[in-house]
Nanobody
Framework: QVQLVESGGGLVQPGGSLRLSCAASGSIFSINGMGWYRQAPGKQRELVAA???????NYADSVKGRFTISRDNAKNTVYLQMNSLKPEDTAVYYC??????????????WGQGTQVTVSS
């Protein structure tokens, strides 16, 4: 079994910063891409940022220049540094990872979600 455990969400004022972490554990052979998604009330889940195993990154236009995704392959962990937060960043943030449990078998896993609220 594989688990993704997120941490770091909370309440922050506009203009503030938060850092999300997501650690993968369990039966892991290797990890491909990792990413962060978010879902605001009444809206569809959307990609925020993604990072490949080689470190290439991709961001939603709405967060470019404010958010930074990174990963520590030795710790099977992905991070999302969020700066200059805006009220419209308020959402539940989900970690996603494509994980090989053996050399030939992979699937996507999701974290449980962590709430980020940006409000004064």
């Amino acid at each position: 079994q594989v688990q993704l455990v997120e941490s770091g969400g909370g309440l922050v004022q506009p203009g503030g910063s938060l850092r999300l972490s997501c650690a993968a554990s369990g039966s892991i052979f290797s990890i491909n891409g990792m990413g962060w998604y978010r879902q605001a009330p009444g809206k569809q889940r959307e990609l925020v940022a993604a990072i490949t195993s080689g470190g290439s990154t991709n961001y939603a236009d709405s967060v470019k220049g404010r958010f930074t995704i990174s990963r520590d392959n030795a710790k099977n962990t992905v991070y999302l540094q969020m700066n200059s937060l805006k009220p419209e960043d308020t959402a539940v943030y989900y970690c996603n990872a494509n994980i090989f449990s053996s050399w030939y078998k992979s699937r996507d896993y999701w974290g449980q979600g962590t709430q980020v609220t940006v409000s004064s």
